[in-house]
């Protein structure tokens, strides 16, 4: 996709959040349906040639990005404990919600990969805002390294509903990634120091702060949208990596990490919004790709519909289990007869 397509896709909702705090009215509806609906509409016109982007990176919207989720949950905070009554509250709350946990998580998960200090620590200070510091850790040191192993708190097992699967993969990826970087601070030898100071450090200052400023009521509402926040990443997680399995090999090691551990989707505008989070197996395979090269590659899983609706499905388990569970039996038989034909 060019980069134009992800930054409407981005940045269309801050501009409707940001009029909606103003004006109030039709705008703070419209800013939840442009994250949430609108890819309803744009997806099945796959206007934009797949692959590729204008600039080699497409840093420059990951700063701005990053530096908005800064800047707007504040003024979030501030609008939805004072500036928004009733049926607009509520549109703020899940506009607000939408845009920090969909636009937000993936740029800052973007900018914790990339090689540039200033932007990596821009996207610890979005995660930490988000009271998700761990979540840098866990991700780098544990999620891409046990992906589709036990060893993995965000790797779903088959059968695993969301709901089960929410509370062990926040408190497995808190004291996984609290483990790893322990084990790399001893092996430094005092010589650096544990990140998880700065992150529970600094989510406890923003606490303080939101309840100094705001009262119990900002707080209420900063710890409301932390937990929406955080329950969409892990939604991801759980619908992106659900069932998949790396093979155990002789020597006791698992298969290298392939593009048949991830599921992918297809569906261009839910893929801009997301910075293309669907286009997961490549991620994984390249984690330092910029997000406008990640491709689909070949044979990797795919998912029957578009992240978004995916996510909805994962909701209600026993429906998510029927239209999953049988996939991944096939997905299993499609390998078993590979590896038959192999030998």
Known sequence: MRLYAF????????????AGVIWGGVWIWLAPLSVGALWLAMDPFAVLAPGGGDFPSGDGLLALTGVLQLVLLPVAIWALTGRLHGGEWLAGV???GLYFGQVGNPAAHELIHRADRRLMRLGVAVYVAFLF????????LVHHVHVATPDDPNSARRGQGYW?????????SFRAGLAAERALS??????????YAVYLGGAAALMAGTLGVFGLAGLGVYLLLASHIQAQLLLSDYVQHYGLRRARLAEGRYEPVGAGHSWNAAGWYSSAVTLNAP????HHAHPARPYPRLILPQGAPMLPAPLPAMAVLALVPPLWRRVMDPRLASLGADRAAGRLAAT
Request: glycine share 8%.
């Open 279 to 282: 286009r997961h197996s490549d």
């Open 164 to 172: 089960r699967f929410l509370p062990r993969a926040w408190i497995g």
């Open 7 to 18: 930054a409407f896709a981005t940045l269309l909702p801050a501009v409707l959040l940001t």
């Open 133 to 140: 510091g761990h979540h840098v850790s866990a991700h780098r």
């Open 94 to 96: 899940i506009g607000f």
């Open 186 to 195: 001893a092996r430094a030898s005092g010589r650096r120091r544990n990140p």
